[in-house]
């Protein structure tokens, strides 16, 4: 008896169509693998530029909106005095008055003769646009500075806090206003200064956008020690700030908003100079709100994407307030706020 046991396989028209298949199984699932990709890539970016300009723009206004604070001084019709640490006349401590100085007359740290710029602004032509600055520590060209002088929060009373040498101090009676440099005890602080003065922190801070290896940064200048060049000046604040411009809410009919908001080459030198009103009918023209514009950008790029977008950069119109299209890999965001300025306001 002879048995058979034949097997069979598949034929090669059965194995073709078996392949066919698996491809086109493998290239779904690689098309579903490869979208998803590009979708936590694109959700990733979009959270990183909302959390990035949302940060940038926290910080810019807790500080900016306190700009001008000056204790009880409410009017720009002062006296000034400017100490060094060992108590004598700021001549004996570098000059801090003329450091950091920026555009016009009175605009450095400290200050030193007639109405004292607290606020003041303008867009980068060149780095060096600032002695603080050099072209190799500078801010990126065609990106706005804004630079503010306030006192902070609380009062200051202790001499721990007077023999501080990194500090600086604003002390004023409502009449006067004293600036001094902390020193070894009490010796910082003016021996002639009596109980009717009251003592601050005193801050100048310049904000500006900067890049380092391809990669731009909002960045903030303050002062301490002697200037603000010196160590631990330069704060790195948030990386993808690519851009950033102001506009000024400029007020001249004396009440507490802005009759309209303008770049920093519209606003007159008196407005800057937070010069006294002439007659007691006038009204004094001072900066009550800004406007911030923040063009975010991502830090790495994305090479499944082009950028050929045209970004609205503030509320002028014309070409200098549009940027764009940079025809890169780049994911980027305009945001904006509004910050009123409380304690300019007063002023009047």
């Not at 490869?34 to 890539?41: I, Y």
């Not at 060209?141 to 721990?160: H, P, S, W, Y």
């Not at 602080?189 to 801050?203: G, H, K, M, T, V």
Request: glycine share 10%; net charge negative; hydrophobic share 40%.
């Amino acid at each position: 008896m002879i048995s058979s046991n034949s097997k069979s396989g598949f034929s090669l028209v059965e194995l073709m169509i078996a392949m066919v298949i698996s491809l086109i199984l493998t290239l779904g699932l690689f098309t579903m693998f490869r979208m998803s990709s590009t979708n936590v890539t694109t959700t990733a970016h979009f959270n990183e530029l909302q959390e990035n300009g949302r940060i940038a723009l926290t910080l810019m206004e807790r500080d900016i909106s306190q700009a001008g604070f000056m204790g009880y001084v409410t009017t720009g019709d002062i006296s000034y005095r400017v100490f060094g640490s060992d108590g004598e006349p700021l001549a004996a401590d570098n000059n801090v008055e003329s450091d950091c100085i920026g555009e016009g007359l009175n605009n450095g740290s400290l200050p030193d003769v007639g109405p004292y710029r607290t606020i003041w602004g303008t867009t980068v032509a060149a780095r060096a646009m600032m002695n603080c600055f050099t072209d190799g520590n500078g801010p990126d060209l065609n990106t706005d500075v804004l630079q503010i002088k306030r006192a902070i929060g609380r009062q200051v009373n202790g001499v721990l806090d007077f023999a501080n040498q990194n500090r600086h101090f604003f002390s004023t009676n409502g009449a006067e206003a004293v600036f001094y440099r902390g020193g070894n005890g009490n010796l910082g602080r003016p021996a002639d200064l009596d109980n009717s003065y009251r003592d601050w922190d005193f801050a100048h801070h310049v904000y500006y956008i900067r890049s380092d290896n391809g990669v731009p940064s909002l960045r903030r200048r303050v002062l301490v020690n002697n200037n603000m060049d010196a160590r631990g000046s330069q704060h790195h604040l948030v990386e993808g700030i690519e851009n950033m411009r102001f506009l000024y809410g400029v007020d001249t009919a004396g009440g507490i908003e802005p009759e309209a908001f303008v770049p920093a080459t519209s606003v007159p030198n008196a407005v800057w100079d937070n010069e006294p009103k002439l007659d007691v009918s006038d009204s004094q023209q001072k900066v009550v709100a800004i406007k911030v514009f923040l063009l975010v950008r991502t830090v790495e790029e994305d090479p499944s994407y082009k950028n050929d977008i045209r970004y609205n950069f503030g509320d002028l119109k014309g070409d200098d307030n549009a940027l764009g299209p940079f025809n890169d890999g780049f994911r980027r965001k305009v945001l904006s706020t509004t910050i009123a300025l409380d304690n300019v306001s007063v002023i009047d």
